[in-house]
Nanobody
């Protein structure tokens, strides 16, 4: 059974930092493309960042470029999202995603709230 468990969310002031972690189990982690998504109240879920098994050429949405960094540790089956210079508009539930071919798995999400 595949499990993705996010942690590291919380309340932070604007300009602050948080580091999200997603621990994966029940899958061949290093064969999956890993991503972070977020969903704010009343808005659609959007992709924030993604990283291939090798870690090369990560993807970032324009609004987080230069502030967020995605990384993975295949030995620990964990993907991270370092979030710096947080803004109130970054407030959302952040979800971890594992994708490969027809397989698509989601975590339960972790709340990130940025106060102004």
């Amino acid at each position: 059974q595949v499990q993705l468990v996010e942690s590291g969310g919380g309340l932070v002031q604007a300009g602050g930092s948080l580091r999200l972690s997603c621990a994966a189990s029940g899958l061949s982690f290093d064969s999956f493309y890993m991503g972070w998504y977020r969903q704010a109240p009343g808005k659609e879920r959007e992709r924030v960042a993604g990283i291939s098994w090798s870690g090369s050429s990560p993807y970032y949405r324009d609004s987080v470029k230069g502030r967020f960094t995605i990384s993975r540790d295949n030995a620990k089956n964990t993907v991270y999202l370092q979030m710096n210079s947080l803004k109130p508009e970054d407030t959302a539930i952040y979800y971890c995603n594992a994708a490969r071919l027809a397989f698509n798995h989601w975590g339960q999400g972790t709340q990130v709230t940025v106060s102004s």
